[in-house]
């Protein structure tokens, strides 16, 4: 497997947990995850599956549960997410559909302000709340519900430049599955023909994996994608979790 072997760059994902088990309650969840012990933990799905995965490529990643719960609850959460926010190089949001929009604006802005990189998963298909966001991803369906159908690569790249300009991010990444993913910035657009089939939380795992302090955009997913490993990106990667506290 390929790893990025950093004990300085931490990564924090923000989102919510699918998961069977009883064991994560509505209350605020922090969770540390050592990349070096597996096994441990019940398999989380979710936001939770995008932390074990970077865990495992080698990150230090730092999980913190954001879910639709009463206010004084939800107050609790964004409090624990500016404690903790100073602590992490790259934030990742994902699987918040449940989240308050004004709540994630806010956080974002908070991090963009700390000079953090900030990584979106649009899954939701709602993206006014990330403004200034570092960088967006979604598969080609949910562009299609942002942007509006096109007929030929021009008139796409066309709006994915407005779409670039009216949302202040650095770059957006488009997931083909079969035929790859496209990063489009404002000079233009990549292709990556070789991240084939690849899993959205694996995406945003190894890309977020690969910003380290001072890279591009361009640079960070090139680099992913020469790490890229189909065989890794099929395969659950099991991390265990301990809990941790803001300092």
Known sequence: MNTVRSEKFRILVVGDVVSNSQALSAEVVGLQIPPTRIREMPQFGGAANIARIAAGLGAMVGFLLLSQVD?????????????????????????????AL????????SARR????????????????FTGASLMTSDVGTLRRLIGAWHNERELA???????????????????????ISLYVPGGAIHFANMVRCDRHYLLAIVAATLKTGISIPMGVSEASDRFDPATADSELDMSCQEITPS
Not at 102 to 109: A, E, R, S
Not at 158 to 180: D, P, T
């Open 71 to 99: 206010v004084a609850t939800r107050l609790r959460q964004i409090s624990h997410f500016h404690l903790l926010l100073p602590q992490y190089d790259v934030i990742i949001f994902s699987e918040y559909r449940h989240c």
């Open 114 to 129: 700390l000079g953090k990189r900030v990584l979106v998963d649009l899954d939701g298909g709602e993206f006014g709340a």
């Open 158 to 180: 066309i709006k994915m430049a407005r779409l670039l300009s009216g949302s202040k991010c650095e770059g957006f990444l488009v997931n083909h599955h079969e035929s790859g």
């Open 102 to 109: 004004i709540d994630l604006n806010d956080m974002v802005t």
